[in-house]
């Protein structure tokens, strides 16, 4: 079971439909929020919990900045210990060189598995 210790959650606007996106990865795009999906970008933070909204009316979603989050395991799965970053639809696989990463994953999954990360944003050489 995966469990949230967060030391700095803020409440960020989003127009973007995160209706279906807790625990995803975000990055931080002209003042709101949107989902990261190819390390490409630096990664914001992590969202702890539905936008229920369900459209692209502008809201507030709360984003994981520093601590232990958790977050949903993208399609080739991630390892214990591994630097992880975003990938398609917010979700986080093995970071790759040359890509940003969101943090170290303290547990392995699989696509669809939902895991703790220890945030720790940078990028891999």
């Not at 790759?96 to 303290?106: E, F, N, Q, S």
Request: with cysteine; proline share 2%; charged share 15%.
């Amino acid at each position: 079971m995966a469990w949230n210790n967060n030391l700095l959650v803020k409440s960020w606007l989003t127009d973007a439909d995160l209706s279906s996106s807790p625990y995803r990865v975000v990055k931080l795009a002209s003042g709101k929020v949107a989902l990261e999906a190819a390390g490409t970008a630096c990664p914001f933070g992590i969202t702890t919990e539905n936008v229920a909204d369900g459209s692209s009316t502008e809201v507030e979603v709360s984003v994981a900045h520093v601590g232990i989050a958790k977050v949903k395991v993208g399609a080739g799965g991630v390892t214990e210990g591994a630097l992880v970053m975003g990938t398609t639809g917010g979700a986080v696989i093995d970071a790759t060189t040359a890509k940003y990463h969101i943090g170290y994953a303290l547990q392995t999954g699989t696509a669809g598995d939902i895991i703790e990360v220890l945030i720790a944003i940078g990028q891999l050489d």
